[in-house]
């Protein structure tokens, strides 16, 4: 889909872009917490969630200038002006909603609001029972202050701003046991270390399988936790050492191997390859549950080795 940028919209460190078709015709409805690829004029693909008040209505990105960005972030903030074209490409969801919670708790850290909101606007719709936790640093220039303060769904939001990590604690604790033990979904976009806590608190007081979480970030990889493995290539019969430092695309990547890549962080799908033997630690959220288990592909950019040996149809 070919879009055009109607508006641009500066908070802090935040820019929020609306897009419409360039042929004016609606854009395809999507589900809370999806996300999309966005195909920048630089020829980059990054993908965004899209953070919308309706299904129905105009497509909303909302991105952080990253001082280290990978190229992305720099240029919608640097280069893209209203009138600017970028491709699209369909809405997908790793991230959706469970259907009917008795009760929902939505953590967002920083951007991690993005999914989040369109979550908050989702269950608002619903008449769903739900509460909105968001986590700033500060309050000036926080993106969708607003909305968030002031517009509808103003009494189901609590703000946290300048926590520390015991500060952060303690409003998670409190959050979850103020929630009903029994049928309460929690779902989590933020940093990492963030959504490290959240899940920790969440599963413990809800379950593993009641907390859902969603990074756009690639994951710093600690080289004293991870475990090293070897890649053997199957056709091109080479096998390659991954250090625990490092991950599988990287390592392809630094023998000359053309992997197709988008995200980097697990969510699009692009740099899926064949798994002949061993078997993959799955990181990536792409992947539905079957498709895991069948262990006959995996993502490089994160998943990395259950053995010591991962044989791939490369
Ligand atoms: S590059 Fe997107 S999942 Fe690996």
Redesign the pocket.
């Known amino acids: 889909m070919d879009v055009v940028i109607q508006s641009i919209r500066d908070s802090g460190d935040v820019r929020l872009l609306e897009l419409a078709a360039v042929d004016g015709t609606p854009l395809p409805p999507y589900e809370a917490g999806a996300h999309i690829d966005v195909t920048l004029g630089n020829g980059l693909v990054r ?1 965004y969630s899209l953070c919308c008040r309706a299904p129905s209505a105009a497509y909303r990105l909302a991105v952080k200038r990253e001082p280290q960005s990978r190229g992305g972030s720099a240029w919608l903030h640097e280069v893209a002006h209203v009138g600017t074209r970028l491709g699209l490409g369909q809405p997908r969801n790793a991230f959706a909603l469970t259907p009917a919670a008795g009760h929902y708790l939505l953590f967002a850290g920083g951007i991690g609001i993005t999914p989040i909101l369109s979550m908050a606007y989702a269950l608002l719709r619903r008449g769903a029972s739900f509460q909105l936790m968001y986590f700033v640093r500060d309050t000036a220039g926080m993106a969708f202050a607003d909305e968030l303060q002031s517009g509808p769904l103003a009494s189901q939001v609590v703000m946290h701003a300048g926590q520390d990590a015991a500060q952060v604690a303690a409003s998670l604790a409190a959050a979850m046991g103020a929630a009903p033990a029994d049928g309460t979904q929690v779902y989590v976009c933020g940093p990492a270390p963030f959504m490290s806590a959240v899940t920790a608190a969440g599963s413990a007081r809800f379950g593993a399988a009641a907390v859902h979480q969603e990074s756009f970030s690639p994951a710093a990889i600690d080289s004293d936790k991870e475990a090293a493995f070897v890649l053997r290539l199957a056709r091109s019969q080479r096998e390659l050492p991954v250090s625990a430092g490092q991950s599988a ?1 990287a390592c392809l990547q630094d023998a000359g191997i053309d992997i197709d ?12 390859t064949g798994v002949l033997a061993g078997v993959p630690d799955h990181r ?1 959220a ?1 992947l539905s549950a079957s498709e895991r288990q069948a262990n006959d592909c995996f ?4 998943s990395r080795a259950r053995t010591a040996v991962l044989v791939l149809d490369l």
Do not use: A, W
């Not at 890549?261 to 899926?272: A, I, K, M, P, W």
């Not at 993502?299 to 994160?302: E, I």
């Open positions: 993908q695309l890549c988008s995200c980097e962080v697990g969510v699009c799908g692009t740099c899926r990536d792409f993502m490089p950019c994160v």
